[in-house]
C-alpha cells in the first residue's frame, strides 16, 4: 500500500471564489506528491465548486452554504465529518474564527493554517496545529504551496498555473458567442470587463467607478476599433447594464453567460482584459490572458495575476496598501478624499497603462 494512502484530507475553501482558485496550484502539487491520498475540497459558493471540480485532482467536492443554513444545520453536517480525516487545511486566506472552529470540528489530529500577523489570536488561530507564518511580500499562491509543503513534508519548488477548465459544453457556448457578435478577423481587438467585485465587508469600495469603465470602453472602440464584453455574475446585471447605458457604441456588450466556467471559456478568447481586483481577475489569470488589474487598497503582492502577462493599474500612494486580510471591513482613513487610490485613478492613467498592448 502506497505510504500517502493513510492521508484523508479535508481542505476547506469557503473564503471566496478567487480564494479556491488561487488554491489550485497547491492542489496540484498535493495530488502530484500523494498520488493515493484521499482529498476532499468543501465550498461554500457555486463558483467554487465549479473550479475545483474541474481541475479533477479532488476525490469528492462538497458544497456546504454555512452561512445560510444556520447554526443547528451547520453542526449537524460537522457532525457527519467527525473523524472522517487525518488532515484538514484552511485556504488561504480565511482569517476568521468561524474557518478554525470548523477544521476543529472535524476532529482530524493535524489542522493546517496560516498564522495570521493581524487578529490571529482573536480569531482562534491556535486552534491549528501546523501553520506558517503570513508575508506581506509573498502571493496567496505562494503562501498555499508553502503550507502543504510543510504538512506533507514535501520537497518540491515547483509553482504551478492556477487550474480552471471550462466543460466542453461551456466552451461550445463561448464559440457560438464570439461568433455571433464579435465580427471575426484576424486584427479584430477584443477586450473583456470586469466592472464588479465582492459586496462582501464593504469591498464595494475596491471597484472603480462605472462611468471610467464607459469612458475606458468608449475610447478602445473609437480609437483601436475594439469590441468590448461586459463580464460579472446575475448580480452585477444591473452594474453592467449602467455601464451600457453610459457608453453609445453598439460594439461594448454585456455577457450573461450560464456558468462561471462558460465565462472562463469566452474570456480566454479576449485579446486582454481588464478588471478590479475580484474572482475574475483570476479567472482571466488561470485562462492564460493578458490582464490589467485595477488596484486600490489591496496588497497587490497578494493577489497579482498570476502567471500570466498583466499589469497594474495603481496610484500607488503612501497610504497604500491599507487593506490586509482581517475580518474588518474595509475603511479609509484618509480627510482628504475617501478611498483616493481608486476614486482618483483615471481612464487616461488606465489607458496608458495598456499602450503596449495597444500597439
Not at 515547483?158 to 466542453?168: E, G, R
Not at 478577423?185 to 467585485?197: R, S
Not at 497587490?300 to 502577462?309: A, D, K, L, M
Request: net charge positive; charged share 20%; hydrophobic share 40%.
Amino acid at each position: 500500500m502506497p505510504a500517502d494512502k493513510k492521508f484523508k484530507i479535508v481542505v476547506f475553501a469557503l473564503s471566496g471564489i478567487g480564494d479556491a482558485l488561487m488554491f489550485t496550484p497547491a492542489l496540484k502539487v498535493l495530488r502530484d506528491n500523494l498520488p493515493s491520498a484521499q482529498i476532499d475540497i468543501i465550498t461554500m459558493y457555486g463558483g467554487s465548486e465549479e473550479i475545483v471540480k474541474s481541475t479533477g485532482l479532488a476525490d469528492k467536492v462538497i458544497r456546504f452554504d454555512f452561512l445560510n443554513a444556520g447554526a443547528v444545520k451547520s453542526l449537524m453536517f460537522m457532525a457527519s465529518l467527525l473523524g472522517r480525516y487525518t488532515h484538514s487545511i484552511n485556504v488561504y486566506p480565511s482569517n476568521r474564527k468561524e474557518y478554525n472552529i470548523i477544521s476543529f470540528l472535524t476532529g482530524a489530529k493535524h489542522r493546517g493554517a496560516v498564522e495570521y500577523i493581524r487578529a490571529n489570536k482573536s480569531n482562534l488561530g491556535f486552534l491549528n496545529t501546523i501553520t506558517i507564518e503570513e508575508s506581506d511580500t509573498r502571493h496567496n499562491v505562494e503562501t498555499n504551496i508553502a503550507l502543504v509543503k510543510k504538512m506533507f513534508d514535501i520537497g518540491t519548488a515547483v509553482m504551478p498555473d492556477l487550474i480552471f477548465k471550462p466543460s466542453a459544453g461551456d466552451a461550445e457556448w463561448a464559440e457560438n458567442y464570439y461568433r455571433d457578435n464579435i465580427s471575426p478577423g484576424d486584427n479584430t481587438l477584443v477586450v473583456g470587463m470586469h466592472p464588479g467585485c465582492s459586496t462582501l465587508k464593504n469591498h464595494i469600495m475596491r471597484r472603480w467607478e462605472p462611468e471610467k469603465f464607459a469612458l475606458l470602453a468608449e475610447q478602445l472602440v473609437k480609437k483601436y476599433k475594439a469590441r468590448v464584453l461586459l463580464f460579472g455574475g446575475p448580480e452585477e446585471d444591473e452594474l453592467k447594464a449602467q455601464i451600457k447605458g453610459m457608453a453609445s457604441s453598439t460594439e461594448i456588450k454585456i455577457v450573461s453567460s450560464p456558468s462561471l466556467s462558460a465565462s472562463a471559456a469566452l474570456i480566454a478568447k479576449c485579446s486582454f482584459f481588464v478588471t478590479n481586483d475580484s474572482s475574475l481577475m483570476h479567472v482571466a489569470s488561470a485562462m492564460k490572458v493578458r490582464t490589467l488589474a485595477i488596484i486600490g487598497p489591496t496588497n497587490t503582492n497578494y493577489i497579482y495575476p498570476w502567471n500570466t502577462e498583466h499589469i497594474i493599474a495603481s496610484l500607488n500612494l503612501e497610504c497604500a496598501p491599507c487593506f490586509f486580510y482581517s475580518p474588518k471591513p474595509l475603511s479609509c482613513s484618509r480627510e482628504d478624499v475617501q478611498y483616493k487610490c481608486i476614486r482618483e485613478l483615471t481612464p487616461g492613467l488606465v489607458e496608458n497603462k495598456l499602450e503596449k498592448w495597444l500597439r
